[in-house]
């Protein structure tokens, strides 16, 4: 459930999809709202793919306590040479929190900038919390929060089965984003700190 009181605050590093995907994954959330509506819908400003969280979401983060630009120069040594981003969206996945869309890169400059984000700040004393959760390796966009029980569960299903392999679209990702962000990454809250191009 989106807890409106929710303080938690974080970095991240990300890439939006491009037009034509959320298009198509807005289509996709039309279709399963007219089963349930009372699911959290994420807005097509607000859909994201996570390159990698630097800073965990969580309470007491403030943008004062840290070296912008000690940040920038590390994500800035990070992406030379890695080039456009390609990613494919194919099909539907969920688990009991969510509905997402499922990712797949082209070739491997997504887990070469991973890795080199990984080395990188491994090396400085910034604080960070990479891979504090999960170690992130897909290219998932978030489409739909459960907030509350199915209303009807079969028919929510159902839909879900048809959506298990649909084209949502390609894209080149040139541009990387730098935010200040809330769980949620909702578009009212997100700061950009800084665009890297790819």
């Known amino acids: ?21 959320k298009d198509n994954i807005s289509r996709f959330q039309e279709e399963i709202k007219d089963i349930d509506g009372e699911q959290y819908y994420q807005p097509a400003a607000d859909l994201h793919i ?10 007491g983060f403030d943008l004062a306590d840290v070296s912008l630009p000690d940040y920038v120069q590390v994500i800035s040594e ?15 996945t969920a688990s009991r929190e969510a509905v997402m869309i499922q990712g797949f890169p082209m070739d491997n ?30 290219a998932h966009i ?8 199915l209303k009807s569960p079969d028919r929510f299903a159902a839909m879900l089965q048809k959506h298990r392999k649909s084209d949502f679209g390609k894209m080149q990702a040139a541009l ?5 962000n ?12 800084h665009r890297f191009m790819l």
């Open 1 to 21: 459930m989106i807890d409106k009181k929710d303080n938690r605050r974080g970095l991240t590093l990300l890439l939006r999809p491009a037009d034509d995907i």
């Open 50 to 59: 996570t390159a990698l969280p630097v800073i965990t979401c969580y309470n």
């Open 78 to 92: 990070s992406i030379t040479a890695i080039g456009k981003i390609g990613l494919v969206f194919k099909g539907i």
């Open 109 to 138: 400059s997504l887990d070469t900038l991973r890795e080199r984000l990984r080395k990188n700040f491994g090396r400085t004393e910034l604080q960070q919390s990479i891979d504090a959760r999960y170690p992130l390796s897909t």
């Open 142 to 149: 978030t489409s739909i929060r459960f907030r509350k029980a």
């Open 176 to 180: 990387l984003e730098l935010v200040y």
């Open 182 to 193: 809330d769980w949620y990454q909702k578009d009212t809250v997100i700061e950009t700190l």
